[in-house]
Structure formats: structure tokens, C-alpha cells
């Protein structure tokens, strides 16, 4: 059973900048992707990372302004976002499928993705 948590959350300009974190329980075997829900859209991949080469995705919309990475020591990966635009506003949440192969091969198909954390809401004002 993986356990994720995210932190991280909050209120910023557009801009401006955050770091998302997920804390995940072995997370070293695991691709951890990173998805996010606006109201009344679908859920959509933002970026994953594989678990033991550290590949790392991104969705067309935020490459360039979003890095994820993992700290292995912590079990935790990062979600840098900076840049950020009103349009970046959703609930964030981290997951992953628990495949131990640990490849991103299930990104950004979200419901291939059976562990998620509760999420945190991103609000980025104009």
C-alpha cells in the first residue's frame, strides 16, 4: 500500500511561483505522477517522473515553467512551478500507478493511477 500526502498549496500572483511536494511511501519504486483538476474540466497529467533513472514528463502546457524532481532520501518528490498563470488554478494531487517496473508508461492516463494523495489547491490570481 504506497501512501502519498501533498503540501504546498496556496494563493499567488501570476508570475509568481510554488513548490508542490508529495511525500510517498517507497516512493523509490515508483513512477509518482502529478496531475490537476480545474472546476468543471477533466483531470489532466502535469508531469511525471520514473523511479529509478528520474525521467521526467511534462504536459506541453507547462514545459518550460514546471520541473519535477525527487529526493530519494526524504521519499519525496517536488513540483517547482514557476510563472505561473491563472489558467495554472486547480487542485493538484500527486498519484501513482504501483507498478514496481516504475516507468511513467501509464502518464498521463489518470485512471491507470490507483494511489493518489488528498491533493492541494493551486490559486494563481491575475
Known amino acids: 500500500q504506497v501512501h502519498l500526502v501533498e503540501s504546498g498549496g496556496g494563493l499567488v500572483q501570476s508570475g509568481g511561483s510554488l513548490r508542490l511536494s508529495c511525500a510517498a511511501s517507497?516512493?523509490?519504486?515508483?513512477?509518482i505522477g502529478w496531475f490537476r483538476q480545474a472546476p468543471g474540466k477533466e483531470r489532466e497529467g502535469v508531469s511525471c517522473?520514473?523511479?529509478?533513472?528520474?525521467?521526467?514528463y511534462y504536459a506541453d502546457s507547462v514545459k518550460g515553467r514546471f520541473t519535477i524532481s525527487r529526493d530519494s532520501a526524504k521519499n519525496t518528490v517536488y513540483l517547482q512551478m514557476n510563472n505561473l498563470k491563472p489558467e495554472d488554478t486547480a487542485v493538484y494531487s500527486c498519484?501513482?500507478?504501483?507498478?514496481?517496473?516504475?516507468?511513467?508508461?501509464?502518464?498521463?492516463?489518470?485512471?491507470?493511477?490507483?494511489?493518489w494523495g488528498q491533493g492541494t489547491q493551486v490559486t494563481v490570481s491575475s
Open positions: 517522473i520514473s523511479a529509478y533513472d528520474s525521467i521526467a
Open positions: 498519484a501513482t500507478d504501483g507498478k514496481l517496473i516504475g516507468t511513467c508508461s501509464s502518464w498521463p492516463h489518470w485512471d491507470e493511477y490507483g494511489y
Open positions: 517507497e516512493s523509490d519504486y515508483y513512477a
